[in-house]
């Protein structure tokens, strides 16, 4: 149930978030989310796309700093308190949450949090357990 | 290998009077017949008749590269031009160029040190060389070239520069040896990951590289990343060229050719000598050059000489690699700093590749310096928290090795201008030499 998300180093320069995309999209690569770290130099941005293996490889030719990261995608209901019954289970359980950020699918009513944890395998049977549902690469790419 | 064997291990008092008479003929030579030797010597009160020992070089003045450049071109050659076969010249940052020449027995006894070089790395005829130097005024390719032609080993003088050629060129050749800067070794190492070419395939078994000062742990890098003996060797075009002095396969110091130089290492505030084992400018003089001797000079490049015995078998001294350049040394806030001992924190903080750049700038009166640092893979993270780790972990390491502070930034792979011939390691903006 772990899915991948890829980062990339960039630094705090007009135009560099806009190179990164042109390169995803030139092959056409889509974004299904991101977010992005930043401090006062240099910035973290992670993606959520619908090839990874395809997206790190055009960013590096590109000559960009990536890593490849395993996190976990829970969806939750889009209601008030959705987010904070899957938090509850997590802190519940002593699960330090790394970070997170969150989208909104196109058809369903549910919102997709994106999870990183350094215990992932932990967090990913305690979810299981407390039926939330996780989603697989196949299903987040086309959330 | 020991290519001239009876020079190269002669016992101390033999070469020490071949060296007393070699320096009273040069220190004649140049009396007689360059006025720039003369003028010092005379306002230094001293004449050839005074070197009655080795001892007795101290009291000659020395000779700087600004002498060399206020004689520009030809002003120290001791030969008429007729005798001149050669002229090679080292680019000038700032000012004029400094110009050399050689006569025909010049470059036979630079061919011969040159190829001592080759064979302390273990070369012989059966080599392949890649003389990976760049060709021209420069000494490094000509010089390499020569010498590998004295050794007998087959020469490939591709000269530097079109990385991917060289490449395949070393492999379809089968190249054993390889002779360039050690960045650029370290360039065609990264290019040939890139590439995906697996070095360690290749028959290359030894590099020898100078022209510039790398550390420990860059040779370190070069030998795993190409599966090589990587040698350091030393010289310069006022005093030669390639040649001065070369490691053998021991890499415990580096053999100084001194049956053709004498070398001194002194106190580059007070000009005094010191003795050996500190640290200080080395200082040459030539013993056989005909067109140009050159006496005393200072290189301001700093390192310490062993006279212990080597498990090579030479008896020629050895001198440290070069630490440092007293010109390319950085006054950050009164703390004399060098570009290698921050190369030297960078390795040691964890497989960082040494690329960076030391940018020094004064705000108001305070000198800054900021550590540009070029992001791997394998430091990368996504979390901004192993990041900034990261950089504390490297301003923490520069407080407590040079005692000063100094600003991180992490910046993108290939930020920092890469040469294919000297790594450009310093950015001062303080314009400190503008009056």
Redesign the interface.
């Known amino acids: 149930m772990k899915v991948k998300q890829i980062s990339v180093f960039v630094e705090n320069k007009s135009g560099r978030l806009c190179e990164v995309t042109k390169a995803l999209s030139k092959q056409s690569i889509n974004i299904r989310a991101l977010c992005i770290a930043d401090t006062s130099d240099f910035g973290i941005l992670r993606l959520i796309v619908n090839d990874p293996a395809k997206a790190v490889r055009v960013l590096k030719e590109e000559g960009f700093t990536v890593a490849t990261t395993d996190i976990v995608a829970a969806e939750v209901p889009d209601i008030p308190g959705g987010l904070a019954g899957v938090l509850e289970i997590l802190g519940g359980r002593g699960i330090n949450i790394e970070y997170m950020y969150a989208f909104v699918g196109k058809e369903k009513d549910n919102a997709v949090v994106v999870l990183k944890m350094e215990e992932i395998e932990e967090a990913i049977a305690v979810l299981q357990e407390a039926k939330v549902k996780l989603l697989r690469e196949s299903e987040l790419y086309k959330f | 290998m020991i290519w001239n064997l009876e020079y190269e291990s002669m016992s101390r008092p033999r070469l020490e009077e071949l060296q007393l008479k070699r320096l009273k003929k040069t220190i004649n030579r140049v009396y007689e017949r360059v006025p720039f030797y003369r003028d010092k010597m005379t306002a230094a009160g001293v004449k050839p008749d005074d070197i009655r020992g080795l001892d007795d070089l101290k009291y000659l003045p020395f000779t700087t590269k600004q002498d060399l450049r206020d004689n520009y071109p030809f002003g120290l050659f001791a030969v008429p031009m007729d005798e001149v076969v050669r002229i090679h010249a080292s680019s000038g940052t700032t000012g004029k160029m400094t110009v050399v020449g050689y006569t025909r027995n010049d470059l036979k006894v630079w061919a011969q040190v040159m190829a001592r070089t080759f064979a302390a790395a273990g070369g012989t005829s059966y080599d392949r060389i890649q003389v990976a130097y760049g060709y021209g005024l420069f000494t490094g390719g000509l010089g390499a070239h020569y010498g590998a032609e004295m050794l007998g080993a087959t020469v490939v003088p591709i000269s530097g520069g079109n990385t991917k050629r060289q490449l395949q060129i070393m492999r379809d050749f089968k190249v054993t040896m390889l002779a360039c800067t050690p960045s650029y070794a370290l360039y065609m190492a990264e290019t040939a990951e890139e590439e995906g070419i697996d070095l360690h395939e290749f028959p290359l078994k030894a590099g020898v590289f100078g022209a510039e000062p790398w550390s420990e742990q860059m040779r370190a890098q070069i030998e795993a990343k190409m599966g090589i003996k990587a040698i350091d060797i030393y010289g310069l075009s006022e005093v030669i060229g390639p040649g001065v002095a070369s490691e053998c396969l021991e890499q415990n110091g580096l053999h100084i050719n001194e049956d053709h130089f004498i070398i001194e290492v002194i106190d580059p505030e007070t000009g005094e000598r010191l003795p050996d084992g500190e640290k200080g400018e080395l200082v040459f003089t030539s013993l056989t050059k005909e067109a140009f001797p050159i006496v005393r000079y200072r290189t301001r490049d700093i390192s310490l000489l062993y006279s212990e015995a080597c498990a090579c078998g030479r008896t020629l001294k050895r001198m440290n690699r070069i630490l440092g350049r007293t010109d390319d040394m950085l006054i950050i806030r009164g703390v004399n700093v060098f570009p290698t001992q921050i190369e030297n924190v960078l390795l040691e903080i964890g497989e960082v590749e040494p690329q960076y750049l030391l940018v020094v700038d004064r705000k108001g009166n305070l000198d800054e310096l900021e550590i540009w640092v070029e992001?791997?893979?394998k430091l990368?993270?996504?979390?901004?928290?192993k990041?900034?780790d990261l950089e504390h972990r490297i301003k923490n390491e520069i407080i407590s090795t040079l005692g000063i502070s100094a600003r991180i930034?992490?910046?993108?792979?290939?930020?920092i201008p890469r040469s294919e011939g000297k790594a450009k390691r310093v950015v001062d903006k303080r314009d400190l030499y503008s009056s």
Do not use: A, N
């Open positions: 992001i791997s893979e990368f993270s996504d979390e901004v928290r990041l900034e930034k992490l910046v993108e792979p290939k930020t």
